[in-house]
């Protein structure tokens, strides 16, 4: 299970957060170092966008998995308004800077690697479908959600918005419509088109091939 850490272990992991590798809808990702001389990146969130339930949801759900193609999360941070994830550091980062890059200035990635990177991807979503004890529907695949690590290994991240459901359901129910607009399956926006299933996840990951 993940570890728990304080805002002050964070500040000395990360060297007072002075090495910042990106940012996005949630957060700030910082570079930091472990005790052990695990390197890490710690996801510092924004509280305004990432609720309470949205960051327990991803520690339970994260916490007790274990793949190759999901990024491991190594321990969090709760405390009053300070809420942060500490993962294993993934070197290459998101595969979204490399499909997406002005030529020349990122490392372009060759057939035989897209290949490699798709074929990851999806033991990764099938293994939360599949072999978990209860299916878990991640509800946000996109590119900037699967991380690429030295090897250009695949692994699914970002489980905020992910959704257990009991083994054999066929469908389940949710309150609001999650996911990024131009990856998440049509029935999550409108709901008169079939129920909700894992086959939302299925669909997202054609939009990325």
Request: glycine fraction near 8%; hydrophobic fraction near 40%; proline fraction near 2%.
């Amino acid at each position: 299970m993940p570890s728990r850490y304080s805002y002050s272990q964070l500040k000395k992991i990360t060297n007072n957060f002075a090495d910042k590798l990106g940012e996005g809808a949630f957060g700030v990702v910082y570079k930091g170092k472990l005790s052990s001389g695990t390197m890490v990146a710690v996801k510092i969130l924004d509280q305004s966008r990432h609720s309470e339930s949205q960051f327990m949801n991803e520690v339970a759900t994260v916490g007790r998995i274990h793949h190759v193609n999901l990024v491991r999360l190594m321990g969090y941070c709760f405390k009053e308004a300070r809420r942060a994830l500490v993962y294993e550091d993934v070197v290459n980062g998101c595969m979204e800077k490399f499909i997406f890059a002005e030529k020349g200035k990122e490392q372009i990635v060759n057939w035989d690697q897209l290949y490699s990177i798709a074929l990851g991807a999806a033991c990764g979503i099938a293994y939360l479908h599949q072999d978990c004890n209860r299916c878990i529907i991640h509800f946000d695949i996109k590119p900037h959600n699967i991380l690429l690590d030295a090897e250009f290994i695949a692994k699914v991240a970002d489980f905020g918005l992910a959704k257990l459901c009991g083994k054999g359901d066929n469908h389940i129910s949710l309150t609001t419509t999650r996911g990024t607009p131009g990856y998440v399956a049509p029935e999550l926006w409108y709901r008169n088109l079939g129920p909700v299933t894992n086959k939302s996840d299925v669909y997202s990951f054609g939009m990325v091939l």
